[in-house]
């Protein structure tokens, strides 16, 4: 069982808007930032996300994430079908020392 | 070009041992924190072991803490992950990834970039 808790699933139809949820605790998201992760199928895990908020050069301005106490969101719009993957939050945790992931979310593209 | 690439995977028996490699190109491994991190079948990323730049501080999550070692060859530029008493729970793609580190007013922020394709170890029976 991950420690950050996400969606198993998510979907929505091209040029459509999602938003993937990630929920922590005090010592994790409470404190730190989040990093969002993309993994397209057969690829290696992607940074997508980075200080909550950033994205890397590269990154689509149609991804963002935010974040809200102990919460944190990714948002896709103008979904396209090659953003079909899975998605994974991270932070650190503050009281186990050590990075913890959500379990991901598999986003389809309908 | 920034890049990591995996070996040493393979399939193993439950208490067999197994050494997996990460070679990197375009930076230097004593520049960074290292991590290695990995995704069972039809499970999520998890975080599993992380060295320090100069490699005198390694930390590890409990699952493999007494079973795993990391470890780096910096004349290789190659980061290591040693694996001892194998599970079958331990059946996972193992990726190495850099850590990136932003200073900040609260100790700074972290994050993974980039990461390794992976390696796939299998222990069965």
């Known amino acids: 069982q991950s420690v950050l808790t996400q969606p198993p699933s998510a979907s929505g139809t091209r040029g459509q808007r999602v938003s993937i949820s990630c929920s922590g605790s005090r010592s994790d998201i409470g404190t730190n930032t989040v990093n969002w992760y993309q993994q397209l199928p057969g690829s290696a895990p992607k940074l997508l996300i980075y200080s909550t908020n950033q994205r890397p050069s590269g990154v689509p301005e149609r991804f963002s994430g935010s974040k809200s106490g102990t919460s944190a969101s990714l948002a896709i719009s103008g979904l396209q079908s090659e953003d079909e993957g899975d998605y994974y939050c991270?932070?650190?945790?503050?009281?186990?020392?050590?990075?913890?992931f959500g379990g991901g979310t598999e986003l389809t593209v309908l | 070009e920034v890049q990591l690439v995996e070996s040493g995977g393979g399939v193993v028996q439950p208490g067999e041992s197994l050494r997996l490699s990460c070679a990197a190109s375009?930076?230097?491994?004593?520049?960074?924190?290292m991590h290695w991190v990995r995704r069972a079948p039809g499970k999520g990323l998890v975080w599993v072991s992380r060295i320090s730049s100069d490699g005198s501080s390694k930390a590890y999550a409990d699952s493999v803490k007494g079973r795993f070692t990391i470890s780096r060859d910096i004349a290789k530029n190659t980061l290591y992950l040693e694996m001892n008493s194998l599970r079958v729970e331990d059946s996972a793609v193992y990726f190495c990834?850099?850590?990136?580190?932003?200073?900040?007013?609260?100790?700074?922020?972290?994050?993974?970039?980039?990461w390794g394709q992976g390696t796939l170890v299998t222990v069965s029976s």
């Open positions: 991270a932070s650190w945790d503050d009281s186990l020392n050590a990075w913890v």
């Open positions: 990834t850099r850590d990136i580190f932003k200073p900040g007013p609260r100790g700074g922020e972290n994050w993974f970039d980039p």
């Open positions: 375009g930076f230097n491994l004593g520049n960074y924190w």
